[in-house]
């Protein structure tokens, strides 16, 4: 078995154990750091639109000798606007994206560029999208996200409990938050493979979730049946058997988008895949560290306010420390400090074992004749052992008494 196969299973067994609910402040700090972060760069930088969602046109090139910056530096020239400028393939056609130009301004901005790049105008191919479509679209993707949020409430809140239907919608808006935050800063394009990446990265953190909040259902089943441990405790114990399989869930998932990202993205410049694969990257990254370190203490911070569970918690914790307190009796150590229970017949007359002694080399009809004494007790420590007649059950098939 492989050492992570071996650390799995161990935090399974519980022999290993990381305290994340128990520390959990500390990652609470970590994230609203993080999240801090985030705004400030969306408040600072903002979100660089695509032509989807402000509007503009989009020229595409055929094959040329012309450079990217050089075409760039044209498209700024002729239409005044900042130019978004991206290789098609190993010929040299390009994708010139210029945001807020109209009808007009666009065939106007065809020509020049066409002119500039001595390249006919009939192969210069224009696309021209409206703000009002592009007003639309972005309308469209915050209905389908609230939606999506609304949907998956209701369904942890069916399956579950609202408290951890609530703790994987905190989860969440950690996970956009922090995902808009590093487009913001980083300056990527949004497009609508940047939403597509969006929805796509929230399903996989609520995988991770859901696997994470099935094992704290089942250990924290009828969990007031036992003394032992608080609820924290076992809450923190799921998540320890849960840990490996959600480390190995997300770095499956985040090698292919890393591929997308560094080299398909960054190497081969492929334009809308730099969009797509951010955000699934950043999401994918963000999901995983939400599922472990937020969604399961804050189930257990929301737990814990419960009356039941609290007064739980404390008789566990005061059983805790009676045994801390006193090691001999938690031991089952007898109160006259024997080791093991006090003896039933300890208080029995000591004629009463010479009897029992006695009794076995009786005959049996004596010994069933013969009375007991008024006002004795004859106790017997331990199974009667009688010796074996040698001429019981003689001339008899079965050897028993009829």
Do not use: C
């Not at 400030?40 to 090139?61: D, K, N, P, Q, Y």
């Not at 300890?346 to 006002?375: I, K, L, N």
């Not at 009667?384 to 003689?394: D, E, K, L």
């Amino acid at each position: 078995m492989s050492r992570l196969g071996n650390l799995g299973a161990r935090l399974y067994r519980g022999e290993v154990t990381i305290d994340f609910v128990g520390r959990r402040m500390v990652w609470y700090g970590v994230s609203v750091l993080i999240t801090i972060l985030a705004v400030a760069g969306f408040m600072i930088r903002g979100l660089h639109m695509g032509v989807e969602f402000e509007g503009g046109a989009v020229f595409t090139t055929p094959a040329t000798e012309v450079s990217v910056e050089e075409a760039r530096e044209v498209a700024e020239e002729v239409s005044g606007s900042q130019a978004l400028v991206q290789t098609l393939g190993d010929d040299g056609s390009m994708r010139i994206q210029i945001s807020g130009l109209d009808t007009d301004q666009s065939n106007a901005t065809r020509a020049a560029l066409a002119e500039e790049l001595s390249i006919p105008v009939d192969d210069l191919n224009a696309e021209v999208i409206g703000p009002s479509w592009g007003d639309q679209i972005a309308t469209k993707a915050w209905q389908g996200l609230g939606i999506f949020l609304v949907l998956v409430v209701v369904y942890l809140a069916i399956a579950f409990e609202w408290r951890m239907a609530l703790a994987a919608l905190i989860a969440l808006l950690h996970d956009i938050t922090i995902t808009v935050g590093v487009y913001a800063i980083v300056g990527f394009e949004v497009t609508p493979g940047t939403v597509i990446g969006l929805l796509t990265i929230l399903g996989y953190s609520l995988y991770d979730t859901v696997v994470v909040f099935d094992g704290l259902k089942e250990t924290t089943k009828n969990f007031t049946r036992q003394n032992r441990h608080t609820y924290a405790e076992l809450a923190n114990r799921s998540l320890n058997g849960t840990l490996v399989r959600s480390i190995n869930t997300s770095v499956v998932a985040l090698l292919p988008v890393a591929g997308l990202l560094f080299i398909g993205g960054g190497m081969l410049g492929g334009g809308m895949l730099n969009d797509i694969a951010l955000s699934l990257f950043v999401g994918l990254t963000a999901g995983a560290y939400s599922s472990i370190v937020i969604a399961t203490p804050l189930v257990s911070d929301f737990k814990s306010r419960e009356r039941e569970i609290r007064a739980h918690d404390r008789k566990v914790l005061a059983k805790r420390a009676k045994r801390e307190d006193d090691p001999g009796q938690a031991e089952g150590s007898s109160p006259s400090g024997g080791a093991g229970p006090p003896s039933a017949d300890a208080d029995a007359p000591a004629d009463a074992s010479t009897e029992a002694t006695t009794d076995e080399e009786e005959p049996e009809d004596a010994r069933e004749a013969t009375p007991v004494a008024a006002g004795r007790t004859a106790t017997v420590r331990g199974p009667r052992r009688q010796p074996t007649s040698r001429g019981r059950g003689r001339g008899r098939p079965s050897g028993k008494r009829r």
